[in-house]
């Protein structure tokens, strides 16, 4: 028989202390405590029937100092739990009081890292709750970014008060960032420094992934944990589920936004005909930034999608991680040339560089529907090889390009990864 914690006692208490309160389960329903166990880094759990349109459902509740999240469990083990629906009215208010941590409690580190071969360095960025004390796998994430710009101006940028960054890292997350070479802040290659065509291209994905790796053995090492969550955007979903593919164990959860499948459109980043050799790396302006970001939006559509202001901070703090591109007239950007030259190779050919079936963590994809780059059957064609992963799921977001974590519906596209981290999902038996 379940054991509630006696009602009058949590409601007199206040509500950060009502937070913690611990309930206990039946100890003939092993399967119960197995599953709570799952959630240790948590300070507490608990054990409440919460009731929603009506029908009853059992949820264990795991709080910490800066969160809370549930596990549901299935039905069978509803009976002789009544006396916790008591409790549940102290929770439940509790629980729909929370928010996350203001931004400015957040605490934010810079790292320069060496990469796996010698004269590179890797740019990391660390945010957290300052108020966060123990660190874990399941809330551990790193972030890579696209073939053409930053992780910074991208994850980082503080539009209308809030990055994508901060949004996680308040939930009391442990997230980072990380440029691979030949973006933002790390070492560019030397070829970056001659002319395009004095050289193949250059930073083509298997070196990217092995920058993805050492910066994931940073964050472990320095956290002293086994695994943490991956977060990849366009070219960056390639080397985060290439990785994954070949360290299923040092993942929790795998997020593709906007992911890289086989298709034969051709690139707007790609500067030439494919017959046509590409250079070491290529430049793109101002104005070809804001016409690939709007190249897909119908014309009646365009007004408002991005709010006023954020295309141009975007755009200048974009130009101002390339000093020698910003340098220009007109300032450009400066990006390596392998993506390009894998797609064209590889993807566009019909010949993937890595097999989705590797996969066995969870994974989510998500993508916006006016993707000009990567469009829905790049999506679906992936989620379709994606066989063995615990589980999988697929997000189309309507009204929003390859660049809506920067427009005005980029809250269903945060909302949306944060559920995904956020849950404690087990199939049921």
Known sequence: MLIASRYAAIHARPRATRLIEALAWPREQPEIAQGANRQASALRIGLAIL????????????FSLTDWTEFVLPARALPGLT???????ALNRAMTAFTPVPVDSLQTEEFMIPASDAGIRLYLRNKHPKSLAQYSAQRTLLFVHGATYPAE??????????????FIASHGYDVYLVDVRGYGRSTRPPQMDAAPQANLPIVRAPTAIQDVGSA??????????DSLNLLGWSWGTTLMGWYT????????????????????????IDPGQPEQPLGAWRCVTREQMRERWLAKVPPDKLSGLIPDGWFDAWADATLATDPAGAALNPPQLRAPNGVVQDRREFWA????????????VPTLLVHAEWDVDLPSTMMQGYFARLVNARYRRMVEIGEGTHTILMERNRMQLFRTVQQFLDERFEPEA
């Open 349 to 360: 050919a019909g010949k993937p560089q890595y097999d989705p079936a590797d996969i066995q």
């Open 83 to 89: 006396l916790a629906s008591l409790t549940c009215l």
């Open 51 to 62: 009731s929603a349109s009506g029908a009853l459902s059992i949820h264990i509740l795991t």
């Open 245 to 268: 593919a070949q360290h299923n164990a040092k993942v929790e959860k795998l997020v593709l936004y906007a992911p890289q499948w086989i298709g034969d459109n051709r690139l707007m």
């Open 153 to 166: 101006t991208a994850f980082d940028l503080r539009l209308n008060g809030l990055s994508w960054m901060d």
């Open 216 to 225: 994931v053995e940073f964050i472990l090492q320095r956290r002293g944990i």
